[in-house]
T-cell receptor
Framework: AQSVTQLGSHVSVSEGALVLLRCNYS??????LFWYVQYPNQGLQLLLK??????LVKGINGFEAEFKKSETSFHLTKPSAHMSDAAEYFC???????????????FGSGTQLTVLP | DAGVTQSPTHLIKTRGQQVTLRCSPK?????VSWYQQALGQGPQFIFQ???????QRGNFPDRFSGHQFPNYSSELNVNALLLGDSALYLC?????????????FGPGTRLTVT
């Protein structure tokens, strides 16, 4: 079974500072990896995805993530934090359903990002 | 283009009762997946429906059941509610083919069991 570990349940950064949210995965096959963001009392919004193309993936709102197979990592970064980035971030790995078709997502436990003025 | 919609937004039930949550997928999508997100945790996969059949199930008891209608909308039913069923229930829609990587999530239904 595939799994995801997010290191640091809470991360605080100052506005304008680098954002780094860590994600490590466990997978027996080449994974498909995702970062989702969740604002209070809302559903999940896809930030970016890795599907075996370029290892550096750019997403929305200035976020990017780099797939490193040797480290089994998919860390999320943003060069300069904005107050509006304060939210919970989830890393997820995609499993193929046993029939070989559609997928289910396995999520990490999330990282709450706080941006300090 | 309407995204994934869920109803109701909030729901309060008593232990032992039954509840039905509803989901309409994003236009064009044919597959609906349900997730449970307990407070402070990541979402956990409950089950997935395609062509009106349950295709895969996560580690949830039989008290959790579902249905998919011909228009691809879906319901999640939970019987004999427990306090531990209190959570945000998320519906996600997608295409049923291996090349379709993305799942689009609705805003969720917040279920409180008292």
């Amino acid at each position: 079974a595939q799994s995801v570990t997010q290191l640091g349940s809470h991360v605080s950064v100052s506005e304008g500072a680098l954002v780094l949210l860590r994600c490590n995965y466990s997978s027996s096959v080449p994974p498909y990896l995702f970062w989702y963001v969740q604002y209070p009392n809302q559903g999940l919004q896809l930030l970016l995805k890795y599907t075996s193309a370029a290892t550096l993936v750019k997403g929305i709102n200035g976020f990017e993530a780099e797939f490193k197979k040797s480290e089994t990592s998919f860390h999320l970064t943003k060069p300069s934090a904005h107050m509006s980035d304060a939210a919970e971030y989830f890393c997820a790995v995609s499993d193929l359903i046993s029939s070989g078709s559609a997928r289910q997502l396995t999520f990490g436990s999330g990282t709450q990002l706080t941006v300090l003025p | 283009d309407a995204g994934v919609t869920q109803s109701p937004t909030h729901l309060i039930k008593t232990r032992g009762q039954q509840v039905t949550l509803r989901c309409s997928p994003k236009s064009g999508h044919d597959t609906v997946s349900w997730y449970q997100q307990a407070l402070g945790q990541g979402p956990q996969f409950i089950f997935q429906y395609y062509e009106e059949e349950e295709r895969q199930r996560g580690n949830f008891p039989d008290r959790f059941s579902g249905h998919q209608f011909p228009n691809y909308s879906s319901e999640l039913n939970v019987n004999a509610l427990l306090l531990g069923d209190s959570a945000l229930y998320l519906c996600a829609s997608s295409f049923y083919r291996r090349e379709a990587y993305e799942q689009y999530f609705g805003p969720g239904t917040r279920l409180t069991v008292t």
